[in-house]
C-alpha cells in the first residue's frame, strides 16, 4: 500500500458547497436503506448503477469537491453528481421534479 498525503482542509465556492449538500443528501438516502459502499468497477461484472456503487461515488466526491486544486474538476464532480442523481431516479428512489426542485436552491444561492 503507498502512502498518500492527507489533503489540506478544502477551500470550496458556495456552488461547491451545494454540491456537497446534493452528495451528502443522497449518501444518506442510500444508507438509510441499509446500503454499504462498494466501488463495483473493481469487479469483473459490477453493477456501476447499484445503490451500493452510488454509495461509493458519494462518499469518494465529497472531499474532492474543492475550489483548491486538489480535487475534481468541476465537469468530472458534476458529471459523478448526474449519474448519481439519474441512478436514483431510474431505482424509482426519487423524481426529476423532485431533484430540480431541492436542488436548485442548493445550486443558486
Request: charged share 25%.
Amino acid at each position: 500500500m503507498t502512502y498518500t498525503k492527507p489533503l489540506p482542509p478544502p477551500i470550496r465556492s458556495e456552488r461547491d458547497e451545494g454540491t456537497v449538500k446534493a452528495f451528502e443528501f443522497y449518501r444518506d438516502m442510500i444508507r438509510v436503506r441499509g446500503f454499504k459502499p462498494v466501488n463495483e468497477t473493481l469487479h469483473p461484472d459490477g453493477d456501476p448503477t447499484s445503490p451500493g456503487h452510488l454509495l461509493w461515488m458519494c462518499e469518494h466526491c465529497i472531499p474532492l469537491v474543492r475550489s483548491d486544486g486538489h480535487g475534481m474538476s468541476v465537469d468530472k464532480y458534476s458529471r459523478w453528481l448526474g449519474f448519481i442523481q439519474g441512478c436514483l431516479i431510474m431505482h424509482g428512489w426519487t423524481t426529476v421534479q423532485a431533484e430540480r426542485d431541492r436542488t436548485r436552491p442548493w445550486f443558486n444561492p
